[in-house]
């Protein structure tokens, strides 16, 4: 029997050929339920930014302003809504320091930098890719994970449907704080359900 190995390896968290299958896959309408759920997790994210935008354009700023602001950070643009009104935020505090992570996961998966992990080969064949990526060491600490899944990959982590629900929970809890935080006459003027 072949003893088990590891070897430390770099590259991308989520490789181009996984994302590229998941676009194959919903083009087919085969989409299984990992895919879903960093689909889900993604569009959570996009959902958030998404409030932001509708939030700025109800503002009415002048034009000339509002072309930079649109294309800012949704840290950016978080902090120049909450300055219209009396509102007070901290992003290193619940609920917006859920909101950065999940944005950092989001970043991690769309923007795909090469990042360090090792691959386990077990003595059967079988391969892991184990990691103690930061952001996943942050989903055990909030709990969102437990620590038996420390030190899985983050390609794995974000295919867990308790990762959606946490992220569907932290942009829903984000966008009830900053409806609170922002001058309410804006959230008035919304077009949407938000309201």
């Given at each position: 029997m072949k003893e088990e190995s590891a070897e430390e390896l770099s590259g991308h968290i989520i490789p181009a050929f996984t994302t590229w299958r998941i676009v194959l896959d919903a083009e087919r309408g085969e989409l299984?339920?990992?895919?879903?759920?960093?689909?889900?997790?993604?569009?959570?994210?996009?959902?958030?930014?998404?409030?932001?935008?509708?939030?700025?354009?109800a503002s009415?700023?002048?034009?000339?302003?509002?072309?930079?602001?649109f294309k800012a950070s949704i840290y950016k643009?978080?902090?120049?809504?909450?300055?219209?009104?009396?509102?007070?935020?901290?992003?290193?505090?619940?609920?917006?320091?859920?909101?950065?992570?999940?944005f950092d996961i989001r970043n991690c998966i769309v923007h795909a930098n090469p990042e360090p992990y090792i691959l386990k080969v077990f003595g059967d064949g079988r391969a892991v890719q184990v990691s103690n990526h930061e952001l996943v060491q942050k989903l055990v600490e909030m709990r969102v994970l437990s620590s038996a899944y420390g030190s899985i990959?983050?390609?794995e982590i974000v295919e867990f449907p308790p990762v959606l629900e946490w992220a569907k929970n932290t942009v829903t809890a984000g966008i009830s704080y900053l409806a609170r935080e922002i001058p309410s006459s804006l959230i008035s003027r919304l077009r949407s359900p938000w309201r």
């Open positions: 299984g339920k990992n895919d879903v759920t960093m689909v889900g997790m993604i569009f959570a994210c996009c959902a958030f930014e998404a409030f932001l935008n509708d939030c700025l354009h009415e700023m002048p034009v000339a302003e509002g072309k930079d602001i643009k978080t902090r120049w809504l909450v300055s219209l009104g009396e509102g007070s935020m901290d992003w290193d505090k619940s609920p917006l320091k859920e909101v950065s992570l999940l990959s983050l390609s």
